[in-house]
């Protein structure tokens, strides 16, 4: 009897192994599409003849592809890039593991206005570019071909403030499950009880059913840690589904766990199946982490029971020269370098990310405030969501909490960012009505709107009384008297600074600060030939602040639970305070090539506790020229700079100072800084005066990468003298081949007024650098690419790419 039993016993967990690899099929929809810019009605029947259409893989930005032209109707703003309609088609055969299976497609982005056909039939238009959606195939599909046709409307201009990119350029995904599966999004994993001994795990599955009140299901959760052990599983036996939506509530504890912080972003997985008559119906895997915080009015922000100030950046999200499509990679490296600076949080302005955005963060160690909407019902261009407002916000809001709200690293909501109904009383109710929206949704984190009215009488929003806590951005000023202006609220500056720099790019004095343009009236007249911004962090926009002057503030106050720097990367539009041919931002700390400016060094020396030793400017001047000199540094007592060997005086920082300074009468050759700490020297630093460019020099960020058709390595190019030392003015025209399974994904230099396209095999260098972004197909190999200039000599570089196991 117990021999059977045990063949019994062995025979079910083969059949639920196997049905397991079957109950829920969840597929990448991105290869094998065709794309037509324009506008054809009659390619959404099933029967249109797309063959002349272009092949392409998504996720795809069409507009990264066009040319910069003035008369876009973007606009400079939007980054001066075309827009228009196109048209996507797929053809496929479902495959048998799909068949008598609920099937649906699954958008995670599309910009915007998409409608949406399944052979010939509508499934429904979607026009928030920025949310995801998802829309059911299942009584639509036919056996051998179907056809799936995506018309994009980005047509009405302009609609954003900044560059938004056109078309499906985020992933889409097919999946398939049983009749009796888990919802769309359909789990929710809290900790209601954390301590470093035990964390309480609440579960709440959406059970979906065709049947009301026939059918019973069993539900087992099991919960993994980051090593894949098995740490805790609960089971629930006997449930009857009443209805076509049925939520059932589990309790677990996991002893001893792994806390999520941003130093150990620890993570854990709960493994949810559904058995419906003992066979298992559906399988669904959620990771979540494990962690408390709180906000306190005085003393700030603590995670895990240890305070900690929010050191964070804004990010749009486009990708620089790869434009808006999402790429896990780039988005991958803006992260490694931001980290590298020490930031330890990401504001996604102003809008709900792409979810592996989300899903790094969580792996990475970034605390993240999650934002809805950059506009509610009044716009802030004649073509923007507001048109939508009605009819979508609360489906919008709601899909962003359901998407996103297992994310460990996403600690706050905003429902909005410098939002016009702060300034009326329509305000009240619009404000009451979305923090219930995100609160009916998710009680476990902090609901805010980021504001500019500081008089808490004007600000409509602020008077709803329904925010969690103050989020003000700019405005550094307010921040001391903040607790007497209002007080017992928390709060955090969710949009600082505003500084813009050109990298490498510097105007003398370094200590007159410049506001451009100096109102928001005032023609900007100031700036000059080269369309630039000094890199010394002394020019800021007049709503803002330079990075030190709102450090200072910042750092100085427990209360300010930390503060979202505006921006970490610079992004495509909004090329203020420069007219055309500007078409990309200023403000980054980081430009859009991914090489950092000046400030970071400010940033990794107060942020970090890495040894830093930044010395800047270049050493190129004309003779008898008297150049600042400045050096961000930490870790050390003092900093000693030398000129050819001499010594010319040793500086430190005294009182709030965040940098030293020496003004120095130009001479060619070396500078060299020491820093010291107790006498000790801690670092040195070079810089030496170049002389001709001499040659080309290839630097890859990674020398191996994945042969999935999507792995990027980011080759840094230097025009270097005979000695090695980069030319600071140098702006050759560099040309690019690349031998082997791959492409040119893109190229830039980072400077915000070039004109030149992304997406090239040549690109001029700006201040003696650009970029190849160089991506791999799907075979293996080895790719080389070679990098020429007149007069130069060329250099090559080889990139291994290796097959995916």
Known sequence: MLKKNLVLLLLMMIVGFNASSQSRIHESFNPGWRFFPGDDAAAKSPDFNDSSWRKLNLPHDWSIEGKFDIKNPAKPEGGGLPTGIAWYRKSFVLPKTFQKKKVHIEFDGVYKNSEVWINGHWLGKRPYGYIAFRYELTKYLKPGKNVIAVRVDNSAQPDSRWYSGSGIYRNVWLTATQ????????????????????????????????????EQVDLLSKVYDGKGNLVAEVRTNDVLLKDTLTEIAQLVTVKNPQLWSVKQPDLYKVVTQVFANKRLSDDYETTFGIRYFNFDAQKGFSLNGEYLKILGVCMHHDLGALGAAT?????????????????????????????????LCDKMGFLVMDEAFDMWKKKKNAKDYHLNWEEWHVADLQDMVKRDRNHPSIILWSIGNEIREQFDSSGVAMTKELVKLVKDLD??????????????????????????????????????????????????ATETTSSLDTRGFYEMPSDSIRRWPKDGKTKFTEGNAEFAASSYDNVSAYWGSTHEETWKEAKKYDHVSGLFVWTGFDYLGEPLPYPWPARSSYFGIVDLAGFPKDAYYMYQSEWTNK?????????????????????????????????????????????????????????????????????????????????????????????????????????????????GNVLPDADHLVQFKLEGEGTIAGVDNGFQASL???????????????????????????????????GLQSSAISISVKAIK
Not at 328 to 351: F, P, Y
Not at 677 to 683: Q, R, Y
């Open 443 to 492: 009680t476990t984190r902090l609901v805010l709107s980021a504001l500019t009215e500081t008089d808490p009488k004007k600000n409509f929003i602020y008077q709803a009384g329904v925010l969690d806590m103050y989020g003000l951005n700019y405005n550094h000023k307010q921040y001391k008297d903040f607790p007497k202006n209002y007080p017992g609220q928390k709060f955090l």
């Open 179 to 214: 009749n009796i599966a888990i919802d769309h999004w359909g789990t929710t994993v809290s900790t209601p009880k954390v301590s470093k001994t035990a964390a309480e795990l609440s579960f709440k599955t959406r059970i979906r059913s065709p049947k009301n009140g026939k």
């Open 611 to 723: 040894p830093v030793l930044h010395v800047f400017p270049h050493w190129n001047w004309t003779p008898g020229k008297t150049v600042d000199v400045w050096a961000y540094y930490n870790n050390a007592d003092e900093v000693e700079l030398f000129l050819n060997g001499k010594s010319l005086g040793k500086r430190s920082k005294q009182g709030e100072d965040l940098h030293v300074v020496w003004k120095v009468k130009y001479e060619p050759g070396t500078i060299k800084a020491i820093s010291r700490k107790d006498g000790k020297t801690v670092l040195e630093k070079e810089i030496s005066t170049a002389g001709k460019a001499a040659k080309i020099e290839l630097l890859a960020d990674r020398n191996e990468i994945a042969a999935d058709g999507k792995d990027l390595s980011f080759v840094t190019v230097r025009i270097l003298d005979a000695q």
């Open 327 to 359: 790429n896990l990679r780039a988005m991958e490296r803006q992260l490694e370098i931001l980290k590298e600076m020490g930031c330890n949080a990401i504001r996604t302005a102003h809008n709900p990310p792409a979810a592996e955005f989300l899903d």
């Open 756 to 790: 030149e396209p992304f997406k090239a095999d040549y690109r001029k260098a700006y201040r003696g650098l650009c970029l190849a972004i160089i991506q791999a197909k799907n075979k293996a190999g080895t790719l080389k690419l070679t990098a020429t200039a007149a």
